[in-house]
């Protein structure tokens, strides 16, 4: 590792050069940002390298935001930052102005489902409806094969 990582810090080394390089070079810096705040978004995705430059910074208030019942991308190492940062004041989103009440109250029980401590309130001026597609052209599922698989069934 020790021999790859010098080769990585050539200019003129063989191995690829990537962006987690330059960024793990950058934090290995000590790197300070000259700001009186940094907003974090989507935190809940957080890249740890990068989340761990964040929270070194000593001037300057630090805003994460995020979900974390919208976690994604684990699978590429990412972290929770909402979870583990141990941060002591959490605000949350009190209405959505993206869908109406009863999309409100679909997502609701699903988080009620996961033990959510987030509940959610949609925007009155939305009309929204749930009801059963008897033809859908969409579907959810948990995998990609599982969603190729049941289109490839819809398609035969």
Same mark, same amino acid.
């Given at each position: 590792?020790?021999?790859?990582?010098?080769?990585?810090?050539?200019?003129?080394?063989?191995?690829?050069?990537?962006?987690?390089?330059?960024?793990?070079?950058?934090?290995?810096?000590?790197?300070?940002?000259?700001?009186?705040?940094?907003? &974090?978004?989507? *935190?809940? !995705? +957080?890249?740890?390298v990068l989340l761990a430059c964040v929270l070194a910074q000593k001037n300057a208030q630090k805003?994460?935001?995020?979900?974390?019942?919208?976690?994604?991308?684990? &699978?590429?190492? *990412?972290? !929770? +930052?909402?979870?583990?940062?141990?941060?002591?004041?959490?605000v949350y989103l009190s209405q959505s102005f993206r869908f109406g009440p009863a999309i409100a109250?679909?997502?609701?029980?699903?988080?009620? *489902?996961? !033990? +959510?401590?987030?509940?959610?309130?949609?925007?009155?001026?939305?009309?929204?409806?749930?009801?059963?597609?008897?033809?859908?052209?969409c579907y959810l599922t948990r995998t990609n094969a599982s969603g190729r698989e049941t289109v490839?069934?819809?398609?035969?």
């Amino acid at each position: 590792m020790q021999k790859a990582w010098v080769d990585l810090e050539n200019i003129k080394g063989d191995l690829p050069y990537k962006h987690e390089h330059y960024l793990k070079s950058w934090h290995l810096a000590g790197p300070v940002i000259p700001a009186d705040f940094i907003l &974090f978004d989507e *935190a809940q !995705d +957080a890249n740890p390298v990068l989340l761990a430059c964040v929270l070194a910074q000593k001037n300057a208030q630090k805003i994460l935001v995020g979900d974390s019942n919208q976690q994604i991308m684990e &699978f590429t190492g *990412a972290v !929770d +930052a909402l979870e583990k940062t141990g941060i002591e004041k959490h605000v949350y989103l009190s209405q959505s102005f993206r869908f109406g009440p009863a999309i409100a109250e679909q997502a609701n029980r699903v988080l009620q *489902a996961l !033990d +959510a401590r987030l509940r959610l309130r949609g925007f009155d001026k939305i009309d929204s409806v749930i009801d059963f597609a008897h033809s859908p052209d969409c579907y959810l599922t948990r995998t990609n094969a599982s969603g190729r698989e049941t289109v490839c069934r819809r398609c035969a």
